[in-house]
């Protein structure tokens, strides 16, 4: 069945280093891929998404595009934030509305 | 963006009783409403998706008798886990999803729930 797999965690940076959490799935058909974080206390919430290989997706920073010859889904960051720090979930859907999800990657930010 | 509230957010009990986890939409109303269930390190796992007026929708070895949903009015749905045993301890999360497509679930902050 469809699956999602990323990088173990946790991931400790420094303020301002460069980002990489790294996300490959498998699936039948062409899903929508997403990134979800989770900030400490907070419910998921949905931070880019691509619904087609080659799109990327972006938000606060944030990139990652969808490579279908590699089935993957990678997220970067150039420059990290203490604020940054939290769970992230690479996720997929493969055509509606319900979504697979990652096992969540914890990012420590350090000032 | 939309807003989701769970209640409790942390819940310890005996073996053996039940407990009811709420999940409330506080903007908008949602006809559909998910569960999930997340075991430390892993993931979200799909549960059921809550139709408000109807039975909800169990994915494959979820145990309907087991985890009770009720989705009463478009703004509230609630999970019963009964007879809850040790093994049930888990962090439940909801979602609801507002217009149709997968990136319009908004979800809550989960309930973390401990069966001694």
């Known amino acids: 069945g469809d699956s999602v797999t990323q990088m173990e965690g946790p991931v400790t940076l420094s303020e301002e280093a460069f980002l990489t959490i790294n996300c490959t799935y498998t699936a039948t058909g062409y899903p929508s891929l997403f990134w979800y974080v989770q900030y400490p206390g907070e419910g998921l919430q949905l931070l880019l998404k691509?619904?087609?290989?080659?799109d990327k997706g972006s938000n606060k920073g944030f990139e990652a595009t969808y490579r279908k010859e590699t089935t993957s889904f990678h997220l970067e960051k150039g420059s990290v934030q203490v604020s940054d720090s939290a769970v992230y979930f690479c996720?997929?859907?493969?055509?509606?509305?319900?979504?697979?999800f990652g096992k969540g990657t914890r990012l420590h930010i350090l000032p | 963006g939309a807003v989701v509230s769970q209640h409790p957010s942390w819940v310890i009990c005996k073996s053996g009783t039940s407990v009811k986890i709420e999940c409330r939409s506080l903007d908008f109303q949602a006809t559909t409403m998910f569960w999930y269930r997340q075991f430390p390190k892993q993931s979200l796992m799909l549960m059921a998706t809550?139709?408000?007026?109807?039975?909800?929708?169990?994915e494959q070895g979820v145990e309907k008798d087991k985890f009770l949903i009720n989705h009463a009015s478009l703004t509230l749905s609630t999970l019963t886990v009964t007879s809850a045993h040790p093994e049930d301890s888990s962090f439940y999360i909801c979602?609801?999803?507002?217009?149709?497509?997968?990136?319009?679930?908004?979800f809550g902050p989960g309930t973390r729930l401990t069966v001694l």
């Open positions: 979602s609801k999803l507002t217009s149709g497509g997968a990136d319009t679930q908004y």
């Open positions: 691509a619904t087609k290989a080659d």
């Open positions: 996720a997929l859907s493969p055509s509606d509305d319900k979504i697979i």
């Open positions: 809550s139709n408000e007026g109807s039975k909800a929708t169990y």
